[in-house]
């Protein structure tokens, strides 16, 4: 059992509306939309922000971030906005490493 929200939606105890996954990598929609479209790019392993990444995790970061253009397109987007929350004074509310991925309207929201 874990308390960390994320974790408990990669072990399957909470639904998500998933859009990719692989071992090391789950994409799913955020339940609290802030865009028409709005998803999540998160490691499977417990990382809890991008400040406590280690040099171990370059190639997932990478393979990470260039998931966002290739899920963006498939779901239809012709651009989008990028964000990673780090650490409560950055707006941080899940303590699982996560990329926000914002698109299809013209205001996106600026937080
Ligand atoms: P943060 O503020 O940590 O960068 O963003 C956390 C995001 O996770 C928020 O946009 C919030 O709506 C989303 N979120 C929180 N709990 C859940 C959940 O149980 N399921 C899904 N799909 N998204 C969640
Ligand atoms: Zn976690």
Known sequence: MTDCIFCRIINGEIPSK????????????????LAPTHFLILPKK???SLATCEESS???????????????????????RTMINTGSEGGQEVFHLHIHVFGGAKTLPKT
């Open 58 to 80: 370059e190639s997932l970061l990478g393979r990470m971030l260039l998931l966002a253009p290739k899920l963006a397109f498939e779901q239809g987007l012709k651009g989008f």
């Open 46 to 48: 417990h990382i809890e």
């Open 18 to 33: 998933n859009i990719y996954e692989d071992p090391e990598i789950l994409v799913f929609h955020d339940i609290r939309p």
